[in-house]
């Protein structure tokens, strides 16, 4: 599992006065939750950049005041007018407390009906599931060899091993549709053996 360190300053003074002032230095107030206490710290905004902006699923371990604390983000707040991060909540995680997170899909192998002349289409990218933390994985494999052509791939075929899947089972995730030049080959096919069949006739005359 991937893992970035971020070394925190716990806040020692709390309100809008703080929390401007904070921002004012580059820093962003951010909260770990889910433990035996909830940490209020802060932290430079570079130092969150790796695992804000980033499609990865990681670990973060955080250092304040001398204790770690091993956490996966959970919500990110931005300003409105700038776009700047402005406050970020990380859950962390406890042994033998289950979890909720969403896991990127890695989609491998090429469908049979991509061979055939098709088109892929992913349509989602991530799921979400609720695990332990010692079952969380960068992501979750789905092998999309055997996707023939007009066919789906849904929720309910991902293999996730000791996860519950939360998203609805029959949602699609992948699909291979007939590309244009596949469906005006297939039009002008019966057409074609129509014609031959026709000259057969015209020459036994």
């Known amino acids: 599992m991937k893992t970035i360190t971020i070394e925190g300053q716990l806040r020692t003074e709390s309100g809008k006065k703080a929390t401007r002032q904070l921002r004012s230095q580059q820093n962003v107030p951010a909260v770990i939750y889910g433990g035996k206490s909830e940490i209020n710290f ?5 130092d969150f950049k790796s695992i804000v902006y980033t499609s990865e699923f990681m670990i973060a371990d955080i250092k304040v005041n001398n ?91 991902i293999i996730a091993d000791n996860m519950e899947v939360l998203n609805s089972p029959r949602i699609p995730i992948a699909s291979v549709t007939m590309t244009r030049q596949l469906k005006q080959e297939e039009a002008a096919a019966p057409k074609a053996a129509g014609g031959g069949a026709a000259s057969a006739a015209a020459a036994k005359k």
């Open 67 to 157: 204790n770690s604390y091993k956490c996966i983000l959970k919500d990110l707040q931005f300003d409105k007018v700038t776009d700047k991060l402005i406050h970020i909540d990380f859950l962390e995680l406890v042994e033998d407390k289950k979890v909720i997170a969403t896991l990127p899909l890695k989609y491998t192998g090429t469908p049979a009906g991509v061979k055939a002349g098709g088109k892929l289409v992913t349509k989602i990218k991530s799921i979400k599931i609720k695990t332990l933390p010692k079952y969380l994985k960068e992501f979750i494999e789905v092998d999309l060899s055997n996707l023939q052509l007009n066919e789906n791939i849904r929720v309910e075929n």
């Open 42 to 46: 802060y932290a430079l905004a570079s």
